[in-house]
């Protein structure tokens, strides 16, 4: 093989690595957050066997009814739900992606304890917290990425 052909190969190979750090080939809709979950006082666990946490997109309500969350594959996210008996309290928790990129500024984590291990969504008994963060721009790129850290739950409400 010619050296100019070796060069060309490898000048080749340079260009495609630059070009694909650059675009975003395949970025989920939005990063993600990660934080603490500690329980609210007086807060019974009994019979809760299982914690669900979903990172999704924030509908700008200024009131939360978890009786009514909807959650879509396309604008959430979900940790693996996790038995409780394997874990404690205040529990670290990190859901969604560590990059990615959305126009969608305000976005929402909810956790709960469920009886259910397989629940999409808070039932009469369980109990929830959840809290809204907004998402840092990226700059000169556009739109709003980088994974939040800090976004601390209490799970201290109970689903009526």
């Given at each position: 093989m010619s050296l100019d052909k070796l060069r060309f190969g490898f000048l080749l190979s340079v260009i495609s690595c630059l070009?694909?750090?650059c675009i975003p080939f395949g970025d989920p809709q939005g990063p993600g957050a990660s934080g603490t979950i500690s329980l609210g006082s007086g807060v019974?666990?009994?019979?809760?066997?299982?914690?669900?946490?979903f990172n999704l997109v924030d509908g700008g309500s200024s009131t939360f009814d978890p009786r009514t969350l909807t959650i879509t594959q396309e604008f959430s996210w979900n940790q693996a739900d996790?038995?409780?008996s394997a874990m404690g309290f205040p529990y670290e928790y990190d859901v969604g992606e560590p990059l990615g990129t959305t126009s969608t500024e305000c976005w929402r984590v909810v956790a709960w304890l469920s009886k259910s291990s397989i629940a999409s969504t808070p039932?009469?008994?369980?109990v929830y917290g959840t809290v809204t963060y907004?998402?840092?721009d990226c700059g000169s790129y556009g739109d709003y990425c980088q994974h939040t850290?800090?976004?601390?739950?209490k799970l201290a409400d109970t689903v009526p």
């Open positions: 070009v694909g750090a019974n666990t009994s019979g809760l066997t299982t914690l669900h946490i996790i038995d409780v039932e009469s008994g369980d907004k998402l840092d850290p800090h976004i601390d739950i």
